[in-house]
């Protein structure tokens, strides 16, 4: 497997940075095609009527988003006519509640998805609601990029966060083309159960596997000395000069969608290094 279809998603001209930058970066390297939704996002909240409304109101809100698509996409054309890759954009307009059904249907088309952090400075729920809809529905590995960018050793020295989930298995799966160009492959084992079927040699299997596509691995079995484990996995990141995180993306049902869990969120928040995601 190879990737040959990149999509990021912008939703705004300021974003250029922190979404098209990476992704440009990535679909050089992986010599793919890059696809760029502009996104404008109409936060009305459909079934509701606020108090001194009107249709008049309404429809400043849907321009608006339009504008803002419609801007998004000129500063796209004008940084992607400096670019020697294949790439197109399209632009669309949602509500933050049919964000999700716009964006599965992009991503689940593409091989990779690359957008910044949903968390912090700047950032709304119609991030997090991206990266959710990537994920679980439109099931895609996604790229999560932090503001400090990919670096410049991106992909050298790899940590995969392993737990024998079927997630986890998914993400080392579609992160492949990206393991086999890395120097090690550390995959890491934070407290493996004593009574699991991995207990004598806690990620030897998953080690032999990738082994056999090129990876030059080895397994770290890690004891749960800090709170939480993306806690103890984020300090391991830093002892070892590690460039990039491969974990699979925990979700909890919430009616019909299925949102980050706690473990995921908090890798995300805390992460200065790249997260590849998968579901």
Avoid at 117 to 126: D, F, M, N, S
Avoid at 192 to 197: A, E, L
Avoid at 209 to 218: F, K, W, Y
């Amino acid at each position: 497997m190879a990737y040959k279809s990149i999509l990021t998603i912008v939703t705004s001209p300021d974003q250029l940075s922190q979404s098209l930058d990476p992704a440009i970066a990535v679909a050089r390297r992986e010599g793919a095609h890059l696809d760029v939704l502009c996104l404008g996002i109409d936060r009305t909240q459909t079934g509701f009527y606020y108090a001194g409304a009107n249709a008049m109101i309404l429809q400043e809100s849907l321009n608006r988003a339009n504008a803002e698509a419609e801007a998004t996409a000129k500063a796209v054309s004008a940084r992607m006519q400096k670019e020697d890759i294949p790439w197109g954009s399209d632009s669309a307009v949602a509500q933050v509640a049919g964000v999700a059904h716009l964006v599965a249907d992009w991503a689940r088309y593409a091989d990779l998805v690359v957008l910044p952090r949903p968390y912090g400075e700047g950032r709304g729920i119609e991030d997090e609601a991206i990266l959710e809809a990537a994920l679980f529905e439109g099931h895609a590995p996604v790229l999560v990029v932090p503001p400090a960018g990919l670096g410049k050793d991106f992909g050298h020295r790899i940590v995969v966060a392993w737990n024998e989930s079927p997630e986890a298995l998914s993400a080392v799966r579609k992160a492949m083309p990206l393991l086999t160009r890395a120097a090690l492959v550390d995959i890491v084992v934070v407290d493996p159960p004593q009574h699991g079927p991995e207990r004598s040699d806690p990620g030897g299997r998953l080690s032999q596997a990738i082994a056999r596509h090129g990876c030059r691995a080895e397994v770290s079995v890690l004891a749960k000395t800090m709170p939480r484990v993306s806690d103890v996995i984020r300090r391991h990141i830093m002892d070892r000069a590690a460039d990039m995180v491969v974990m699979g993306a925990y979700g909890h049902s919430r009616f019909r969608e299925a949102i980050l869990g706690g473990a995921t969120r908090n890798m995300l928040e805390g992460c200065e290094v790249p997260v590849l995601l998968a579901h």
